[in-house]
């Protein structure tokens, strides 16, 4: 059992540049999340999905999109890659919404 | 949302004692909360949880404490040993009114065991 996966692991990019974070979850859970963790602020919500199809902001969602089309995957994209989005990213998943999550292990991003 | 604090950013302890990482949170309408442990280049981990029924809860060597009138949360780890050195993370979960309930996350305390 997986569990989430996260892939890339590693990636950098140049500033305007695209790119697209894919999260797998193999545990048939309806929710989905994407965090970024920057040193120092902990982990901020960027958008979240609460099944199939669906998404919705979090607290810093503005340079991201997400797309969920399939259950197990949740999409976290950046349309013009800007230095201010060097950070890791995290996506967590649960079958219920008031319940722990299960955290992939991050996507490391750097933007030059 | 709202914001969740730690009192302290590091930690360090010598191996065997006990540690006790605490916790501030703002919102009084928050009813679960959440420790997560994070090694270096890992995601966070899930340790124990506790919802707002309830002023404590045990795990293996770990103890959850939930003051609901000064809003306080605190991880205690028993007879600390070298593997619990990592970042410590407490949560609390807050309903987003759109059909989940999103953890916002504290900035972190870092334990450091001392051999």
């Known amino acids: 059992n997986a569990g989430v996966t996260q892939t890339p692991k590693f990636r950098v990019l140049k500033t305007g540049q695209s790119m697209t974070l894919l999260c797998a979850q193999d545990m048939n859970h309806e929710y989905m999340y994407w965090y970024r963790q920057d040193p120092g602020m902990g982990l901020r919500l960027i958008h979240y999905?609460?099944?199939?199809?669906?998404?919705a902001k979090g607290e810093v969602p503005d340079g991201y999109n997400v797309s969920r089309l399939k259950k197990q995957n949740f999409l976290l994209g950046l349309e013009s890659a800007a230095p201010s989005q060097t950070s890791v990213y995290f996506c967590?998943?649960?079958?219920?919404?008031?319940?722990?999550?299960?955290f992939g292990s991050g996507t490391r991003l750097t933007v030059v | 949302g709202e914001s969740v604090g730690l009192h302290l950013p590091t930690l360090s302890v010598q191996e065997g004692d006990n540690s006790i990482i605490n916790c501030a949170y703002s919102n009084s309408a928050s009813d679960y909360f959440i420790w997560y442990k994070q090694e270096s280049g890992k995601g966070p981990q899930f340790i124990i949880d506790i919802r707002s029924n309830m002023d404590k809860r045990q795990g293996q060597r770990v103890t959850v404490l939930l003051n609901k009138t000064v809003k306080h949360l605190s991880l205690q780890i028993a007879a600390t040993q070298p593997g619990d050195s990592a970042v410590y993370f407490c949560?609390?979960?807050?309903?987003?009114?759109?059909?989940?309930?999103?953890?916002?996350f504290g900035t972190g305390t870092r334990l450091t065991v001392i051999p």
């Open positions: 999905s609460v099944g199939e199809g669906t998404t």
């Open positions: 967590a998943s649960n079958q219920y919404s008031n319940y722990g999550y299960t």
């Open positions: 949560a609390e979960n807050i309903e987003s009114g759109t059909g989940a309930n999103n953890l916002f």
